[in-house]
């Protein structure tokens, strides 16, 4: 979806654990060109004591956000404000099902591509959470 619109990425992650299974996925089945992340909720406290865990993201990066599930879009949002203080770029965002519109709206106000694979409208049922903006 994001290579059909011609948008160019160097690491894809998002908020653990919603986004892991995706990100290491897509960089996986990519050319060695493009690395994972995570991105915590807050520092373990040990170890490397890091918000943003595996590819080390920085002015330049071009990352793609993933995640599985948007409600009120929360995470995502958070993941955004963290890979944004590092200096990387957000190009796009990604999820698989989106269950409401904030996270839509959000993007579009930061002038970032946001692509839900799959929208409560697709499934029949109400937006949930904050709904409809």
Same mark, same amino acid.
């Given at each position: 979806?994001?290579?059909?619109?011609?948008?160019?990425?160097?690491? +894809?992650? %998002?908020?653990?654990?919603?986004?892991?299974?995706?990100?290491?996925?897509? =960089?996986?089945? !990519?050319?060695?060109?493009?690395?994972? &992340?995570?991105?915590?909720?807050?520092?373990?406290?040990?170890?490397?004591?890091? !918000?943003?865990?595996?590819?080390?993201?920085?002015?330049?990066?071009?990352?793609?956000?993933?995640?599985?599930?948007?409600?009120?879009?929360?995470?995502?949002?958070?993941?955004?404000?963290?890979?944004?203080?590092?200096?990387? +770029?957000?190009? =796009?965002?990604?999820? !698989?099902?989106?269950? %409401?519109?904030?996270?839509?709206?959000?993007?579009?106000?930061?002038? +970032? +591509?946001?692509?839900?694979? &799959?929208?409560?409208?697709?499934?029949?049922?109400?937006?949930? %959470?904050?709904?409809?903006?």
């Amino acid at each position: 979806m994001i290579a059909d619109a011609g948008i160019g990425f160097d690491a +894809v992650g %998002g908020l653990t654990l919603g986004a892991d299974q995706f990100s290491h996925g897509v =960089a996986a089945c !990519l050319d060695d060109d493009h690395e994972w &992340f995570v991105v915590r909720k807050k520092p373990k406290g040990r170890g490397t004591d890091q !918000l943003v865990e595996g590819a080390v993201l920085g002015p330049g990066t071009r990352v793609l956000l993933v995640d599985d599930v948007v409600t009120t879009g929360g995470s995502i949002r958070q993941a955004y404000r963290h890979v944004v203080d590092t200096g990387a +770029v957000v190009v =796009a965002a990604v999820t !698989l099902v989106d269950r %409401g519109e904030v996270a839509a709206s959000f993007f579009a106000a930061e002038e +970032v +591509v946001y692509r839900p694979v &799959f929208t409560y409208r697709d499934l029949g049922i109400e937006p949930v %959470g904050s709904g409809r903006v």
